[in-house]
């Protein structure tokens, strides 16, 4: 008998060229890239930059030390530091860092080095005056995040409110069977079923619009002693607040070395109660989808299974789903995280934040996707009225609570309404003319014989034609 085959293993793989670990550097890219201006190392790094040369402004124009101010035209060239910030201070900044082994100090010497080259030697040592590496970190992570928040992540999520806004005007008439638990339940439409999801997410924009996006800028230990001792006699905290909140930001006056990282935590809190609701909506039009209410309108060239030719699978909303997934569990261990520092300081704060573009990034592919498959079903308004046909038993909630008003009214003696309708409805189906024929037997008032007689499973939706829009 022969044995089983034995294979060499290898020993030593291809080396391939530098990879990217993470899909969204790789696969995704084209999706997420606008986050990379704000939320890579090398955006941290140009809002670094930014930091430390609107500190030497704000000190120059306000004559501290004996310095006069900046002509506008030395302003303008300073700006252009972080302004023109490209290729060659990234590579600049690499090499020196793999020597301090410390990112901001590296970035004050970028700051000092082009200070020569622009002949401003005189103010080189307001570089990084009194401030602590936390000082310019906390602004440049406000801004940051401040900026991709506002500049790509609500205009994404906006994208995908207006959509939902679109579709639920669109089907605002479309009458739809509910399942409630997952049961033939009180008809509704598609569009007032759309337009919760955009209602929802619509208040918690704003709450997410309306965050606060703080900084601190008070020192080693939130304190201002370095400036203290460097001049007793200038209101440093008034100094730092004009300068934080100069730059679009909010101020923190009472801290320790760290900005507490409490505005972090709604925000991403807020993000994370968005992505829910964002998660809601993608499992359920993908169920709507797999019961036919929706069908999916086949893209050009692409291909649903390896194997099945007949397919289109909902990839978007599987796509959103478990990005929203990732997105969830990343946000929620920042905020877990950054509310806890031990004492004054510890690091812990540092790596977590590097991941913020890493989690910003997920839930910005599922907003892409969301808004992708929104665009890409088309409403199968047969179905939905073939389905409600089929379940004329919906009708008894009408029923039983019209006989209830009527024996109020004083124009029925029937007993128990809603026990009479459980034993004419529950578990079978009840066809129109069955419910008709009970209908027109029953004891209450012409008026309201003739509304149950005239209500279909269709036509019963309450107003969610006028909700919906």
Same mark, same amino acid.
């Given at each position: 008998?022969?044995?089983?085959?034995?294979?060499?293993?290898?020993?030593?793989?291809?080396?391939?060229?530098?990879?990217?670990?993470?899909?969204?550097?790789?696969?995704?890219?084209?999706?997420?890239?606008?986050?990379? %201006?704000?939320? !890579?190392? @090398?955006?941290?790094?140009?809002?670094?930059?930014? =930091? +430390?040369?609107? *500190? &030497?402004i /704000? #000190?120059?124009?306000?004559?501290?030390?004996?310095?006069?101010?900046?002509?506008?035209?030395?302003?303008?060239?300073?700006?252009?530091?972080?302004?023109?910030?490209?290729?060659?201070?990234?590579?600049w900044?690499?090499?020196?860092?793999?020597v301090?082994?410390?990112?901001?100090?590296?970035?004050?010497?970028?700051?000092?080095?082009?200070?020569s080259?622009?002949?401003l030697d005189?103010?080189?040592?307001?570089?990084?005056?009194?401030?602590?590496?936390? %000082?310019?970190? !906390?602004? @440049?992570?406000?801004?940051?995040?401040?900026?991709? =928040? +506002?500049?790509? *992540? &609500?205009? /994404? #999520?906006?994208?995908?409110?207006?959509?939902?806004?679109?579709?639920?005007?669109?089907?605002?008439?479309?009458?739809m069977?509910?399942?409630?638990?997952?049961?033939?339940?009180?008809?509704?439409?598609?569009?007032?079923?759309?337009?919760?999801?955009?209602?929802r997410?619509?208040?918690?924009?704003?709450?997410?619009?309306?965050?606060?996006?703080?900084?601190?800028?008070?020192?080693?230990?939130?304190?201002?002693?370095?400036?203290?001792?460097?001049?007793? %006699?200038?209101?440093?905290?008034?100094?730092?607040?004009?300068?934080?909140?100069?730059?679009?930001?909010?101020?923190?006056?009472?801290?320790?070395?760290?900005?507490?990282?409490?505005?972090?935590?709604?925000?991403?809190?807020?993000?994370?109660?968005?992505?829910?609701i964002?998660?809601?909506?993608?499992?359920?039009?993908?169920?709507?989808?797999?019961?036919?209410?929706?069908?999916?309108?086949?893209?050009?060239?692409?291909?649903?299974?390896?194997?099945?030719?007949?397919?289109?699978?909902?990839?978007?909303?599987?796509?959103?789903?478990?990005?929203?997934?990732?997105?969830?569990?990343?946000?929620?261990?920042?905020?877990?995280?950054?509310?806890?520092?031990?004492?004054?300081?510890?690091?812990?704060?540092?790596?977590?934040?590097?991941?913020?573009?890493?989690?910003?990034?997920?839930?910005?592919?599922a907003?892409?996707?969301?808004?992708?498959?929104?665009?890409?079903?088309?409403?199968?308004?047969?179905?939905?009225?073939?389905?409600?046909?089929?379940?004329?038993?919906?009708?008894?909630?009408?029923?039983?609570?019209?006989?209830?008003?009527?024996?109020?009214?004083?124009?029925?003696?029937?007993s128990d309404?809603?026990?009479?309708?459980?034993?004419?409805?529950?578990?079978?189906?009840?066809?129109?003319?069955?419910l008709?024929?009970?209908?027109?037997?029953?004891?209450?008032?012409?008026?309201a014989?003739?509304?149950?007689?005239?209500?279909?499973?269709?036509?019963?939706?309450?107003?969610?034609?006028?909700?919906?829009?």
């Open positions: 008998m022969r044995g089983p085959i034995r294979r060499t293993p290898l020993t030593t793989p291809n080396t391939f060229p530098v990879q990217p670990l993470s899909p969204l550097d790789g696969r995704y890219r084209p999706a997420v890239a606008p986050l990379g %201006d704000y939320l !890579s190392e @090398s955006g941290l790094n140009r809002a670094r930059v930014e =930091v +430390e040369v609107e *500190w &030497l /704000a #000190l120059t124009d306000r004559s501290l030390f004996e310095t006069s101010p900046l002509s506008d035209s030395d302003k303008e060239r300073l700006r252009g530091l972080y302004r023109d910030f490209g290729q060659n201070e990234i590579d900044l690499a090499e020196k860092e793999a301090t082994r410390h990112d901001v100090k590296a970035v004050e010497y970028l700051v000092r080095d082009r200070l080259t622009l002949g005189a103010i080189a040592e307001l570089t990084h005056f009194a401030c602590t590496s936390e %000082d310019i970190n !906390s602004v @440049s992570y406000a801004l940051t995040v401040k900026r991709a =928040v +506002e500049n790509v *992540w &609500l205009p /994404a #999520l906006d994208a995908v409110i207006e959509k939902l806004r679109a579709l639920g005007v669109e089907h605002a008439d479309a009458a069977l509910s399942r409630t638990h997952g049961q033939p339940a009180t008809p509704s439409t598609m569009g007032k079923e759309l337009a919760v999801f955009a209602w997410l619509e208040r918690v924009r704003a709450q997410i619009a309306a965050s606060d996006f703080l900084a601190k800028f008070s020192g080693a230990t939130g304190t201002w002693s370095a400036h203290l001792s460097a001049d007793p %006699d200038a209101d440093w905290p008034t100094i730092a607040r004009e300068y934080v909140e100069g730059l679009g930001l909010g101020f923190n006056v009472l801290t320790t070395q760290i900005e507490s990282h409490d505005w972090q935590v709604e925000l991403y809190d807020r993000m994370r109660h968005a992505g829910g964002l998660h809601n909506l993608a499992t359920d039009i993908w169920t709507y989808i797999s019961i036919g209410y929706f069908t999916q309108i086949p893209v050009a060239g692409a291909t649903g299974s390896s194997t099945m030719p007949h397919k289109i699978n909902p990839i978007r909303f599987e796509n959103a789903e478990a990005n929203l997934e990732l997105s969830a569990a990343l946000l929620g261990s920042l905020s877990q995280t950054l509310v806890t520092s031990r004492l004054q300081r510890d690091l812990t704060d540092s790596t977590t934040q590097r991941n913020i573009g890493v989690a910003f990034g997920h839930s910005l592919l907003l892409d996707n969301l808004r992708r498959g929104l665009g890409e079903i088309s409403l199968a308004r047969e179905v939905l009225l073939g389905d409600l046909d089929t379940n004329w038993e919906v009708l008894a909630e009408a029923i039983q609570t019209v006989i209830r008003a009527e024996v109020v009214a004083g124009r029925s003696t029937i309404p809603y026990a009479l309708l459980k034993e004419l409805t529950r578990g079978h189906r009840v066809g129109a003319a069955e008709a024929e009970f209908v027109s037997g029953l004891e209450i008032g012409d008026a014989k003739q509304r149950l007689l005239a209500l279909t499973p269709a036509t019963y939706t309450g107003i969610a034609e006028r909700l919906a829009k």
